[in-house]
């Protein structure tokens, strides 16, 4: 089996990376390694580790989301303000 090259991966699939191989801790220290370097950012344990990367995914689900109901706002039936109005956001 091939090792993964995780200098070569981006922060978002670094996270991805991490999220399904949760034992490996080469790969999450290469992850942390990119963190750190973000400004603003501090680590101070594992679970805060995780929850950072969870959240960060959680957001960009949220602006899958978004785009997904302004195509269906799009289609004329029923505008984005409405969409989000009957879904509670």
Do not use: C
């Amino acid at each position: 089996m091939t090792k993964a090259n995780f200098q070569g991966m981006t922060k978002q699939e670094l996270r991805a990376y991490v999220l399904e191989h949760r034992d490996e801790q080469e790969a999450f220290y290469a992850l942390t390694n990119k963190l750190i370097e973000e400004p603003g950012i501090e680590i101070t344990s594992t679970e805060q580790m995780y929850e950072l990367i969870e959240a960060r995914l959680d957001e960009a689900d949220v602006r899958d989301a978004f785009t997904a109901l302004e195509e269906i706002a799009g289609l004329g039936t029923i505008t984005f303000e409405d969409i989000k109005m009957e879904l509670g956001i």
